[in-house]
């Protein structure tokens, strides 16, 4: 048997679908081996890895909650790797925008003003958008790979803020512990009830972000322009559009929503600034922007689905006794067989009789 | 045994279905070493498919293949080039960052050194009359190099099968001569070519046997040279070929685009420079560039479109209007329209549906495909439907991604989304090349309606038989220096095969020299 794959004349639309599904089954397939390779039960461990975390409300809570910067960010990369921006930086954007909105409870911590939530808000974004406008810089200017620059500028996003939380904005009362005043009020994100859920404004702010950005690629020329410059840039300036343009517009979008993302964490599950204040979620959006097709909509279940890894990794760490960075491996895996599974797309897989292959030339 | 060793390669009762099509439906096939066999048809008559299935890229539905009498299946391309198959693809294979001879290097099997591999690329394109810079980086150069790195990694392979789909699209007469003494040396030696064409005369110089597709059954098997040109494509597609009508006497209108001294510097080592263009383009009349390749037709193109930027702002005038400094969709708005060479990735995105790939190079000029920043999707397939319906554009589904149209096809589109909008000056690069006779003559025809209807109409070609069939003025793009413009009708082919040589730039030289 040999393996042949066969180029098809157009994507095929069942598997653009598809993909993700085989690459999800897959994945579990392969927890499966390693689970029954750490001498556990397989079964039992995968369903308090992955089914767990949906039976109570306050697992389904906190899976909001964990999906809320994922989706945040997801939907901006989603749009960027559209346009073949290949911005890797969202964890350091991230912490820029949490680093600049804290500057309103840090050194204003009794202003008590819905004014107060909403420039909070506005400064994350625009942070995000600051750190995110260097690689832009770089690439534009000297044709920096955007990948390294905004790689690297991860790093010293978390430093600058370690730098903070242990030096200059280090709280007073806080019994020398490296972090900020404990925010409160206005500098929380206030809650809404859903049924028995409670949910914050994060995860609103998510929802509506999502919807505008896959209109935006469905239905707008700007969304046009993105599809353009990633598919074939040469037919993008024979359309008129600019490179340096898109690169500036998906570095803003991204880092502005991945900032946004980071004063939500730290405006409601954090609740104030410390050295750490994620758990990665800037890189695991690059496995949500991928799930979910590299459209924002998809990008919001799939970040649903990559929160179940988190959660689910907390959960194996108390039931099973195993490394919560088991869900690092988990979400590695995942990323692997997605992009792997994408080659159905445009590829259907033949099977060939090997005798074929043997029959010598000549 | 001994009758069937007289075939190289015999394929028998070839079928291939595509979902519900069948690209090829009962096709039997016979070579002969150190033949030269013709395989003939127009667009979407099988000839691809059929060929793709004896390099081993596709593998047929049912039929079988023998080799020297035996039966084998070919199950890759790796595989046939093992038995001795080379082919040289329609569509190039090239990796565009890499140079010519790491290109090259890619297909050698085993181990190579770069060095030497480099003198054998220069010694090989030498002896054929194929000149190749090995150190060229495939990005800078132009369709018709391009296919000669093809050719020259084909003929190092040392093939016993040569297959080439449509060679001489791309190449000037010239060239195409130097490549019909090399294909029949190769056939002296022993070499069987497998020759996929739509220039019937070229076939009738060159070829021994051929074999003529339609609707993926063979129809024919003829001697060529016993056939007239007419005769083979009333074959092909069954019926009299349309013969495009011209007049020659023009009433030329006012001046529609200008070139004043347009310079534009080379932007990388193997971009051409340029020189003093000048030339105007009346209403109403076809001028047609002729050139070999890489003379700088595509930089010509892409300063004319706007890709490129110019330094003055007279160097170009629309309508009056100098645009020398305007983006290509001010250009647009000025009423000017722009067919590329390269149809998939420049002049089309692959991978989106035709409605969208209007959107292309209309979302400026038009107002019912963009409102207020918003996409009307209506009014794109509105126009999308126009042009297929006008230039009877032929796909399997409604509204197919564009990289599924066959070639010709997909040129008919992107030509009729330009036409379409009956623009004041056309600017159109290569309009046939690698178009099967039919869809060429359609869009040849166009060009000139358009014309008449008072467009200023730029051709860029290689092809000199297009070029008479259309032109009204004939110059000559020589190392990036334009000849005067020439009469079509006082000017002979041997006078361009001179000014093709570069005899106007020693022109200008002595002019230099005497002012």
Redesign the interface.
């Known amino acids: 048997m040999q393996l042949l794959l066969e180029r098809r004349a157009e994507r095929s639309r069942r598997m653009t679908l598809l993909s993700p599904l085989i690459a999800v089954g897959l994945t579990l397939l392969t927890g499966a081996i390693i689970f029954a390779l750490l001498g556990l039960n397989p079964l039992r461990a995968l369903f308090v890895y992955f089914i767990e975390p949906l039976t109570s409300v306050w697992s389904i809570e906190q899976l909001i909650v964990k999906a809320t910067p994922l989706a945040l960010i997801g939907a901006g990369l989603a749009v960027s790797f559209r346009a073949n921006v290949w911005n890797i930086g969202a964890e350091g954007q991230f912490t820029a925008g949490a680093i600049l909105g804290g500057i309103v409870p840090v050194f204003f911590p009794q202003w008590q003003s819905p004014l107060a939530l909403l420039l909070m808000l506005a400064l994350g974004i625009l942070g995000g958008m600051a750190w995110a406008s260097i690689p832009a810089v770089l690439k534009n200017r000297f044709n920096a790979n955007e990948i390294l620059t905004s790689l690297m500028l991860v790093y010293v996003a978390q430093l600058i803020l370690d730098w903070l939380v242990r030096g200059p904005w280090r709280d007073p009362q806080g019994y020398n512990f490296p972090k900020t005043v404990s925010f409160s009020g206005w500098q929380l994100l206030p809650q809404f009830s859903l049924g028995p859920i409670y949910i914050n404004l994060g995860a609103i702010l998510a929802v509506a972000a999502a919807l505008a950005l896959a209109f935006l690629m469905a239905r707008t020329l700007k969304g046009f322009e993105i599809r353009v410059m990633g598919n074939s840039p040469r037919a993008g300036r024979f359309s008129g559009f600019s490179r340096s343009r898109t690169v500036w517009f998906c570095f803003l979008l991204a880092g502005g929503l991945a900032g946004l993302a980071g004063i939500c964490e730290v405006m409601s599950t954090v609740g104030q600034l410390q050295p750490s204040i994620s758990p990665g979620y800037g890189f695991t959006a690059i496995i949500v922007a991928f799930l979910g097709r590299l459209n924002p909509l998809g990008a919001l279940v799939a970040a649903l689905a990559l929160a179940i890894s988190y959660l689910g990794g907390e959960g194996a760490q108390v039931a099973l006794g195993v490394s919560d960075k088991i869900a690092r491996v988990f979400q590695g895996i995942l990323l692997f067989y997605i992009l792997a599974c994408d080659t159905l797309i445009l590829y259907r897989v033949k099977f060939l009789k090997s005798s074929s292959a043997a029959t010598s030339p000549a | 045994m001994r009758a069937k060793r007289n075939y190289l390669l015999e394929a028998l009762h070839m079928v291939k279905v ?1 979902g519900k099509l069948h690209a090829n439906d009962d096709i039997t096939l016979r070579i002969k070493a150190g033949e030269i066999h013709a395989l003939l048809g127009e667009n979407g008559a099988g000839k691809s498919t059929l060929v793709k299935m004896i390099y081993g890229a ?2 047929p539905t049912s039929g079988e293949f023998r ?2 009498g ?7 391309p790796a ?1 046939a080039r ?3 198959i080379a082919m040289v693809f329609q569509h190039f294979s090239l990796f565009e960052a890499l140079t010519v001879a790491e290109n090259i290097a890619l297909a050698m099997p085993g181990r190579f050194n770069l060095a030497k591999l480099s003198e054998k690329v220069t010694t090989v394109s030498k002896e054929y009359g194929l000149p190749l810079e090995p150190k060229a980086v495939v990005a800078d150069l132009s369709v018709g190099e391009r296919q000669r790195i093809e050719i020259v990694r084909c003929l190092l392979q040392e093939p016993r099968l040569l297959i080439m789909d449509e060679p001489t699209a791309v190449l000037t007469p010239q060239e195409a001569d130097q490549l019909f003494v090399v294909l029949s040396r190769l056939a002296k030696e022993g070499c069987a070519v497998l020759y996929i064409s739509h220039r019937l005369e070229e076939v009738k110089r060159l070829c021994h046997t051929a074999t003529i597709l339609r609707q993926g059954r063979i129809v024919a098997s003829v001697n060529p040279a016993k056939e007239t040109a007419a005769s083979l494509a009333k074959l092909m597609v069954g019926g009299d070929i349309h013969v495009v009508a011209h007049q020659r006497k023009h009433r030329a209108g006012t001046v529609r685009l200008q070139l004043k001294d347009l310079n534009l510097p080379a932007d990388g080592p193997f971009v051409v420079e340029l020189k003093n263009i000048s030339l105007d383009v009346k209403a109403g009349e076809v001028i047609a560039i002729a050139g070999v390749a890489g003379n700088g037709q595509s930089e010509l193109f892409d300063a004319i ?1 706007g ?1 490129r930027p110019l330094g003055r702002n007279d160097m170009i005038c629309i309508d009056g209007e100098p645009c020398g400094l305007s ?3 001010d250009r ?1 708005n000025l009423g000017a329209a ?1 067919v ?1 060479e ?1 149809r998939l ?8 549906r035709l409605s ?1 790939n209007i ?3 209309r ?2 000029s038009d107002p019912s495909l ?1 409102k207020s ?3 009307q999707k209506n009014g794109a397939t509105d126009v999308s439907d126009r042009v297929i319906k006008a230039f009877d554009v032929r796909k ?2 409604p509204d ?2 564009a ?2 149209l066959s070639g010709g096809n997909l040129q008919k589109f992107v030509v009729g989304r330009e036409l379409d909008r009956i623009p004041g000056i056309l600017v159109i690069n290569q309009p046939t090349w690698g178009v099967d006779a039919g869809a060429a003559a359609t869009i040849r025809q166009a060009i000139i309606d358009l014309a008449r209807q008072g467009t200023a109409v730029l051709a860029i070609s290689q092809d000199l038989d297009e070029i008479f069939e259309i032109a009204n003025r004939i110059a000559v793009l020589s190392r990036g220096q334009l000849s005067e413009t020439h009469p079509a009708g006082e000017i002979s082919l041997e006078q361009i095969g001179l000014l093709m040589a570069g005899a106007h730039e020693v022109e200008e030289a002595r002019h230099a020299a005497i002012a």
């Open positions: 595509f596709l593998q080799w020297q035996e039966d084998i299946s070919i199950a890759s595989f093992k038995l001795g479109s890709e983006s290509v969709n647009r722009f590329p390269e990735g420049h002049g089309a995105v692959p991978a989106f969208e959107l292309l190079t979302h400026s963009v920043g918003l996409l399997g589904k197919p991604e990289r599924a």
